[in-house]
């Protein structure tokens, strides 16, 4: 659905009851931050910084090695992950509204999120498509009658009304001061919601032979809500591709613990293998690394290593077992690698890079922004 004509409407209404400052061009495209990942991750492990317990069990070993072989095991030998999730967003500043000594930036953006499903032969095929149009303007930064009448606009169009000023995980470290600064963090976060959406709607179709690959942390409290419901595992993993730099790993205990930082845990990281799992938010939580790629054909030791998340309710020691199929499964899908179009390249799952660009080929176009979006 094109949404665009009722957002003009709302502009331009809007555009009665207070002044205008537009955006050169009528609209700015917000560039999107290529650490914003590592930094979503810092946020929501900022009260974890040190990990010294391993938590997996493997009953062959009384305690399970630092680094484990994980050999690529494809779709022919198990076919193991049945859903890739993905999601993308556009932003555009399109102004500032002044209403005597107050002021706002206003932003549009466009959400989406995809799930692709992938059929027995290999083939894969869209599941779900969802993209949102949502309007951010700060609630504080306005009166309530012009709040009130944006809410009354936005309520019988396809737009949905967000305020800049709410605090979320996401850009609750960014000043309020700054709300354009802000805006980006905003769109993250409504993007995010919408991905949790879309997982809880994939549960019921999930279980120990079909599971779901989903980008991003699975700390993201609507997504570890659900799937910390229940006694049990849900089929989903948590795949970063860029993830926090500030974590210290303790090894052993007493006067011979050895205490490595993630460079020097990595760089001792062969390709097609996995590093133990630890455990965070007391457990509900287990997390590892695993390497994809050969390290001679990439420039620092961080390239080519995947961060991967598992909720487990049970807040007991993971099976080494159920890991290790689950890295095996997860070192196949590095093929095809889209080099050349995307700089993560080297880190990117094959059906998730497939799933974001479905996404972003469903976004409209900065030059139909630009040339729709007027104020009057």
């Not at 957002?7 to 009665?16: P, V």
């Not at 303007?137 to 709040?147: A, C, D, K, P």
Request: glycine content about 4%; hydrophobic content about 40%.
């Amino acid at each position: 659905m094109n949404a665009l004509p009722e957002l003009r409407h709302i502009l331009r209404a809007i555009a009665q009851d207070v002044e205008v400052l537009p955006a050169v061009g009528g609209a700015v495209e917000d560039l999107e931050r290529p650490d914003f990942e590592e930094r979503e991750d810092q946020l929501l492990n900022e009260d974890e910084k040190v990990f010294e317990t391993i938590f997996e069990h493997d009953p062959s070993t009384p305690r399970p090695p630092m680094y484990r072989p994980v050999p690529p095991a494809g779709r022919t030998k198990q076919l193991l992950f049945r859903y890739f999730l993905d999601g993308s967003f556009r932003s555009y500043f399109l102004g500032t509204v002044l209403e005597n000594e107050r002021e706002s930036p206003v932003h549009y953006a466009q959400i989406g999120a995809c799930v692709l499903r992938r059929e027995d032969d290999g083939s894969v095929r869209r599941e779900a498509l969802r993209v949102d149009h949502i309007l951010l303007v700060g609630r504080q930064r306005l009166s309530e009658t012009v709040w009130a009448r944006l809410e009354a606009l936005s309520s019988q169009s396809a737009v949905r009304l967000v305020d800049l000023t709410e605090r979320d995980i996401v850009s609750q470290v960014l000043s309020d001061f700054d709300l354009r600064n802000k805006a980006m963090g905003k769109v993250q976060f409504e993007m995010r919601k919408l991905e949790a959406e879309m997982i809880s709607s994939l549960l019921d179709k999930l279980d120990e032979n079909s599971w779901l690959i989903a980008d991003g942390s699975l700390m993201f409290d609507p997504v570890l809500q659900s799937l910390s419901a229940g006694e049990r595992i849900r089929p989903v993993i948590g795949v970063s591709k860029n993830f926090r730099k500030d974590p210290q790993f303790v090894f052993g205990r007493g006067p011979r613990a050895e205490c490595r930082s993630i460079y020097q845990l990595l760089a001792g990281l062969e390709a097609e293998h996995r590093t133990a799992a630890f455990r965070a938010r007391d457990g509900k939580v287990v997390f590892w690394y695993v390497r994809l790629r050969e390290q001679r054909h990439l420039d620092y030791p961080l390239m080519g290593v995947v961060k991967v998340e598992l909720v487990n309710p049970t807040a007991e020691p993971v099976p080494s077992e159920l890991i290790d199929r689950l890295s095996c499964a997860l070192v196949a899908e590095r093929q095809v690698t889209p080099h050349g179009l995307d700089r993560r390249w080297h880190a990117h799952l094959y059906h998730i890079f497939l799933a974001e660009r479905a996404v972003k080929e469903s976004l409209l176009s900065r030059e139909v922004i630009q040339q729709y979006l007027k104020w009057r």
